[in-house]
């Protein structure tokens, strides 16, 4: 199944940076905000020679220049720091992510998370690392808590429906997928995911409709049109074998008949 992948890491780019919330989608690594956070929480530090949020700076600078581990080493002087530091906590789940280390970024994210359970960009990516997983149960609970906070994400929906297809539960994924539908009428990926599930359903002529439908909302989604591609040849095939069947039967009934026919004449 496919959903968004919500992983990014917060960094200070523009001054608007310092007004942007915890629970902002904006796709920049908010460190401006996590400054301030760390200040609040832990004042005493900033009068040291190295603050968390010198390191948090560190660490995102280090991000930037691709310098993963450097920038991981960082982010845990920060929150060796401040263990409350919610942002360092995050960041360092979205590196470990990134890098396929899930258990590890769902240990980030769990600290995190026992800190602020409404940061929405982290309830989603936690939901994403638990699935890849294959804690599905927890993911879904994860992206529900998220609609908590984002009730009217098409994005959140898909999401949820994509877990539950990949559970086996297809009424409750069908329901989701057309839940996000109804959101965001012009998002493909649920029509896609739509199609996907009904494959396992074998209704291929149904999941190629949702194909369609897809593409007629995203003609540049290459994925999606190969999936399309491929089951329309799938299907021409079938239809094939199927009509060379029947001829073949036709002509088989009609060889065993003249044989029958040429006994009783001779």
Known sequence: MRYFYHSFVYKPSTPAATNISPMSRSPILICATALLLALI???AAAAENKSPM???????????LRQYTKALASFDQAVELEPEFLMAWYNRGVILQERGKYQDALDSYDRAFAISPHFLDLVINRGIVQ?????????????????RMSPHSAEIWNTIGSLYSDMGLIEEAMDAFEMSISLDPNYALPWDNI??????QGRYEEALAAFEEGLARDPMDEELRR???????RLALREMVVRWTMIGGVVGVGYVGFSVWRQKVD
């Open 41 to 43: 929480l832990c004042p």
């Open 54 to 64: 010198d390191h948090f700076q560190e660490g995102c600078n280090y991000y930037e």
């Open 131 to 147: 699935s890849e997983l294959d804690r599905h149960v927890e993911a879904v609970e994860s992206f529900q808590w998220a609609l």
């Open 227 to 233: 999936r399309r591609d491929m089951l329309k040849e």
């Open 195 to 200: 199609g996907r599930t009904l494959i396992t």
